[in-house]
């Protein structure tokens, strides 16, 4: 009698054991079939990582030769664009002070502040300042905070093209009638 209540508990564990082997050897199989798809996602990765950094090797490539036309071009239309002459001593006469070639602040309404604003956003020239649009111009105001966001340059790029083909004294007459660069 004594056998028996011996025997259950090992046949208990002797079960247990063997469904613990089976379960275990079942799991094993499936993180072998989950590490084999991890892994092929990986490659799939490195691969499409591969393409990629090939395509924008080739973009900036790209890039590169039309930045190469583009500056070409540039000094090409530079030199058959009509060039005007800075006539430092005209302008002394109509304004009764010293003028700079480039100077934003002969613009009404730009400031010292607002000319460094400007050249801060690429524009440094009279040229490249009556090439700006408006909205552009506002933009880079409002970027500036409140103080500058007030102004408005409706007619700044008008003066400033006047300025660069040595309009001085259309320029002049002109802005006798703005007040603080708007109309």
Same mark, same amino acid.
């Given at each position: ?6 025997? $259950? ?8 054991? $063997?469904?613990?082997?089976?379960l275990g050897k079942m799991n094993s199989k499936g993180d072998d079939s989950l590490a084999l798809?991890? +892994? ?18 080739? =973009? ?5 030769s039309k930045a190469t036309i583009s500056s070409s071009a540039q000094s090409f239309s530079s ?5 005007? =002459? ?10 009764? &002070?010293?003028? &700079? ?25 009279? %040229? *490249? ?5 408006? *909205? &552009?111009? %506002? ?27 040595? &309009?001085? +004294?259309?320029?002049?007459?002109? +802005? %006798? ?5 708007? *109309?």
């Open positions: 009698m004594n056998i028996p209540c011996i025997l $259950i508990p090992v046949l208990v564990g002797l079960i247990c054991g $063997i469904l613990g082997y089976l798809s991890l +892994q092929a996602d990986l490659d799939a990765c490195k691969a499409n990582t591969r393409n990629l950094n090939a395509k924008i090797s080739s =973009l900036e490539a790209d890039l590169a030199t058959a664009a009509p060039a005007f =002459l800075f006539d430092a001593s005209l302008a002394a006469t109509l304004y009764g &002070k010293k003028i &700079k070639e480039n100077d934003l602040k002969i613009v009404e309404g730009i400031g010292p502040k607002i000319e460094a604003l400007f050249n801060a956003a690429g524009i440094t020239t009279w %040229q *490249e300042l009556s090439e700006t649009s408006t *909205e &552009k111009l %506002q933009s880079i105001l409002d970027a500036g905070g409140e103080n500058y966001a007030i102004h408005n340059p409706s007619t700044w790029a008008k003066q400033a093209s006047l300025a660069y083909q040595g &309009k001085w +004294q259309e320029l002049k007459d002109w +802005q %006798q009638g703005l007040l603080g660069g708007k *109309e």
